[in-house]
């Protein structure tokens, strides 16, 4: 059995063979009829123990349109509330003959302990501040079908990286092809370690941003700073903001991206999110793509590694 619970462990021809396969999915995505029999007869579990728009609806549209079953259980209104473990919920779902399980929750390092209690693949819909290892993948994704490839590109990554797991996500997956990336934000949500997997860091935007083919905003955290070291929020839109002035300083034809859910006015100005340079629907719409390459790929291939 074989699993998705980080992006830095995969070789660079498992994440090049995961994009060719998600590339496919989008033509499948812009078909009139979108269902393919190819799944039929499977069923996975959406297990999601924290808030999600965007990963969960698009693993179980994804699960779908390919012809699986898919059951959503969240922890409001599961037994967990009266006091059963994650890991026994995980069992007793699985003996429901499912195929495969996918998991968000809170914590780091969850999926792999559900992989290592389960016999069926286990999928991280993002835990903790570990890894989000298909949201990695669609932000490739949208890079590719945007600029080509990823080689020599300079990707600018902004805001809170210390919290972030789509960061790590992305710096696995950017750097396995062939990206430059600079982190840049306040110093207290920039972790130096970062520097030793040949990252670069910044506190200076205006530096991040020249040269930059692609920005990937992050969202600003709230719920997670120390309000001493937080400035006002308008002192952090001030000086990490991505405004029509900041984005000047990038290539003419850099593109924006943000993994969701944003928060307007802070880390980015709505005429960059809602306007010509943002990718941020077309990530959306990669993300059911890449969730129904990685379903196949688990449930119906299996990974070449
Ligand atoms: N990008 C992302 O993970 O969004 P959701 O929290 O809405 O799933």
Redesign the pocket.
């Known amino acids: 059995m074989q699993n998705l619970l980080d992006l830095e462990s995969l070789s660079t021809p498992d994440i090049e063979n995961l994009l060719d396969l998600s590339q496919n999915m989008v033509e499948i995505l812009d078909r009139p009829i979108k269902k393919v029999p190819t799944l039929r007869g499977k069923a996975v579990v959406n297990l999601f123990f ?9 693993f179980e549209l994804a699960a779908k349109y390919l012809s699986a079953d898919v059951i959503n259980v969240q922890k409001s209104g599961s037994s967990v509330e009266k006091g059963e473990t994650l890991w026994d919920t995980a069992r007793n779902l699985s003996e429901m003959a499912v195929d495969g399980v996918i998991v ?1 929750h809170r914590v780091s390092g969850v999926p792999q302990q559900l992989a290592d209690i389960l016999d069926i693949p286990v999928i991280n ?2 835990d903790g501040s570990h890894e ?1 290892p298909t ?1 990695g993948l669609l932000d490739a994704l949208s890079i590719i079908q945007a600029k080509g490839s990823l080689r020599d590109l300079k990707v600018a990554i902004v805001g809170d990286v210390l919290h972030s797991r ?1 960061a790590r996500s992305d710096i696995w997956v950017f750097l396995a092809l062939g990206a430059r990336i600079v982190l840049v934000g306040p110093p207290w949500l920039l972790p130096e370690s970062y520097e030793e997997i040949g990252v670069e860091i910044t506190t200076d935007l205006r530096q991040a941003l020249v040269d930059a083919d692609v920005i990937q905003v992050l969202r600003l955290q709230q719920e997670r700073q120390n309000s001493k070291e937080l400035p006002s929020l308008w002192e952090y839109h001030l000086r990490w903001g991505i405004t029509r002035q900041t984005l000047s300083w990038a290539k003419p034809d850099a593109i924006v991206l943000h ?3 944003q928060n307007r006015g802070v880390e980015i100005d709505s005429d960059i999110l809602d306007g010509s340079r943002s990718w941020i629907l077309r ?1 959306v719409r990669n ?1 059911v793509a890449v969730r129904m390459a990685v379903l196949f790929r688990l449930l119906g291939g299996g990974l070449d590694e």
């Open positions: 924290e808030p999600s728009t965007r990963t969960r609806n698009s968000r819909a993002g989000h949201q789509v993994p969701g859910p990530q993300g």
